[in-house]
Each structure stands twice: as structure tokens, then as C-alpha cells.
């Protein structure tokens, strides 16, 4: 069974958990077995490990972090690396005609631990700010692959976007 990601920082998305295994599922016991997936570590750090009891197998991977959590039963097992990050841009104008973008970071794979949440996008202009496409800045939470056979990862969290003016000398949302 997977565990839960955690919490993120103002510096960094949340960790994914690490992904666990049911033997019986697997046929590698006529006895469910559960084993548990660890929680990944606050503030951006590490991704949750897994736990094997099958030496060298690829049935569990550590959840996404910085870096990616590992497999107690695989070294090779290891989940991706990167959590959503932080972005701060202070400007007197904003012309955005691209993407803007500090998301998560998907498994990558079945069986594996949870994804990274988002981190936090924060623009701050003084005369204007224009934007070609306002679903162009984001800071999404990393999708799963997920196999519904075995078991199903979690998506990251999402995390926030702010814009707004400093003209008069306070911050005003847009």
C-alpha cells in the first residue's frame, strides 16, 4: 500500500509517497501480504521509499522528490527526482507571449510512488503586464501512471500562481 506525499515549503512542491506491494496479487504468496510505502519528507526533500520483499524486482518504486525516494528491495528502484520550485519576478512591465511554468513531477511509471506537487509562481509589475494565454502559467502537480491491477499512485498537489501590481507601493492581485 502507498503512503501519502507531504507537505511542500514556499521553496519547493510536496514529495510523493513511496509505493508499497500486496503479494497475493502478484501470485507470490497464496497469504495477502502488505507492504507499506513510506511517506516522503516535508519541505520539498525526499520522496517516500518503498519497501520489496522480493529482492531486484520492479514492483515498487520510491515517490518523487529532491531526490526521488528509493526501493528498500531494488536500488534501481528509485523514484523520479524534482518537485514543483519557486519562481519570483519583479518587473516594471510584463509582456508574456510563452509558458510560465514551476509544475510538479510525474512517477513515470506503473508501480511506482507518488508524483511531486507544484510550487509557487509569484509576478510582480509596477506598470502593466499582459499575457497571451492565461492558462499558460501554471504550477501543476505531477500526474501518475497508475496500474489499476496492482494498485494506483497519487497525483501532486497543485501549486498557486500570484500576479498582481506594486505600482502604488502594495501589492494589488490581479
Known amino acids: ?19 508499497g506491494l500486496i503479494t497475493q496479487y502478484l501470485g507470490l504468496s497464496s497469504n495477502t501480504s502488505v507492504n507499506y510505502g513510506f511517506n516522503g519528507l516535508n519541505n520539498g526533500y525526499r ?47 510584463i509582456n508574456n507571449n510563452g509558458k510560465i511554468t514551476a509544475n510538479g513531477v510525474g512517477n ?9 506537487g507544484g510550487g509557487s509562481i509569484n509576478i510582480f509589475y509596477k506598470n502593466t503586464f499582459t499575457n497571451a494565454n492565461e492558462n499558460n502559467i501554471t504550477a501543476a502537480g505531477g500526474i501518475s501512471v497508475n496500474n489499476s491491477k496492482y494498485g494506483k499512485a497519487g497525483n501532486g498537489g497543485n501549486g498557486s500562481v500570484t500576479i498582481g501590481s506594486i ?3 502594495s501589492f494589488v492581485s490581479k
Open 1 to 19: 500500500m502507498w503512503k501519502p506525499g507531504v507537505i511542500g515549503a514556499s521553496y519547493s512542491g510536496g514529495t510523493g509517497g513511496g509505493s
Open 47 to 93: 520522496g517516500g521509499n518503498s519497501w520489496s520483499p522480493e529482492p531486484n524486482t520492479f514492483w515498487v518504486y520510491g515517490g518523487v522528490g529532491n531526490p526521488g525516494g528509493t526501493s528498500y528491495g531494488n536500488a534501481n528502484a528509485k523514484g523520479n527526482n524534482g518537485t514543483g520550485g519557486l519562481l519570483m519576478v519583479f518587473a516594471n512591465s
Open 108 to 116: 513515470g511509471r506503473t508501480n511506482a510512488g507518488g508524483s511531486s
Open 167 to 169: 505600482e502604488t507601493g
